[in-house]
C-alpha cells in the first residue's frame, strides 16, 4: 500500500455538472496516473503526470483534464459530464527509481465509483 | 498501438486442479507486471517481471515472461478458493523519463469451484 487515497469514493451527478476528483499520495512517488475501469475494457490510462505540472495525454483523454500543483495530489476534471463517463476510476502511484532497474510498477488507490445521470 | 490480450476471459476451475492464463502483446518489452483485483476492490501488485526468462513465483501463483514470443504466463498450482479475483497484466514498454506507462490487458476473472 503505497499510502493512496482517493475522494470522493462515490459521487453520482447530473450530465453537463462539473466534477473533480481528487487523488493524494503521502509516498513522494514521482508518477502519478489517472484511469478507468470499465467492463471489457480493463483500466484505460486518462492522463498521468510525471512530475509537479508535467502531465500528458493518455489513450482516452477526451472530456478530462488534470491539474497537479504538488507532488502529493493529482486532480482529475471532468469539464461537463456525460453518461459515458460513468466509470470506476483509479489513481495509482509509481516512484522514480532512476536509470538502473528501472520499472513501472504501479500501486492504485481505492477507487472512485462515479455515476452520471 | 500498442495491444495487450489476456486468455482466457473468463476460467472457472475446480479447487486442487492446475491452470495457466495466457498475456501476449503486440510490440518489443521487456518489463511485464501482474495485478490482482478482488471485486469491488482496487489492484495489487502480484508481480514485476524485468527481463528474458524472468520467473517469480509466491504461493500457488508463478509468472514468467518470454520476451521474444511476447508472451508471459501466470500459472495457478493446486487451486483454492482464495485464488477467486480478476487478474490483469500490464506492459510497459517506455524508455524516456518522463513517460512511463503501462497498458493494461482486459482481465481474466479466475473463479474457483469447490
Known amino acids: 500500500d503505497a499510502g493512496i487515497t482517493q475522494s470522493p469514493r462515490h459521487k453520482v451527478t447530473e450530465t453537463g455538472t462539473p466534477v473533480t476528483l481528487r487523488c493524494h499520495q503521502t509516498e513522494n512517488h514521482r508518477y502519478m496516473y489517472w484511469y478507468r475501469q470499465d467492463p471489457g475494457h480493463g483500466l484505460r490510462l486518462i492522463h498521468y503526470s510525471y512530475g509537479v505540472k508535467d502531465t500528458d495525454k493518455g489513450e482516452v483523454s477526451d472530456g478530462y483534464s488534470v491539474s497537479r500543483s504538488k507532488t502529493e495530489d493529482f486532480l482529475l476534471t471532468l469539464e461537463s459530464a456525460t453518461s459515458s463517463q460513468t466509470s470506476v476510476y483509479f489513481c495509482?502511484?509509481?516512484?522514480?527509481?532512476?536509470?538502473?532497474?528501472?520499472?513501472?510498477?504501479?500501486?492504485f488507490g481505492p477507487g472512485t465509483r462515479l455515476t452520471v445521470l | 498501438e500498442l495491444k495487450v490480450e489476456q486468455n482466457p476471459l473468463f476460467l472457472s476451475m475446480q479447487e486442487g486442479k492446475n491452470y495457466t492464463i495466457y498475456c501476449n502483446y503486440s510490440?518489443?518489452?521487456?518489463?511485464l507486471y501482474w495485478y490482482r483485483q478482488d471485486p469491488g476492490k482496487s489492484l495489487e501488485s502480484l508481480f514485476v517481471l524485468l527481463s528474458n526468462g524472468a520467473v517469480k513465483q509466491e504461493g500457488r501463483l508463478m509468472a514468467s515472461l518470454d520476451t521474444k514470443a511476447r508472451l508471459s504466463t501466470l500459472h495457478i498450482t493446486a487451486a483454492v478458493h482464495d485464488l477467486s479475483a480478476t487478474y490483469f497484466c500490464?506492459?510497459?514498454?517506455?524508455?524516456?523519463?518522463?513517460?512511463?506507462?503501462?497498458?493494461f490487458g482486459t482481465g481474466t476473472r479466475l473463479t474457483i469451484i469447490p
Open positions: 510490440t518489443t518489452s521487456d518489463r
Open positions: 500490464a506492459v510497459d514498454v517506455t524508455s524516456n523519463f518522463g513517460n512511463e506507462k503501462l497498458t
Open positions: 495509482a502511484t509509481a516512484p522514480y527509481l532512476g536509470l538502473a532497474g528501472s520499472h513501472n510498477e504501479q500501486f
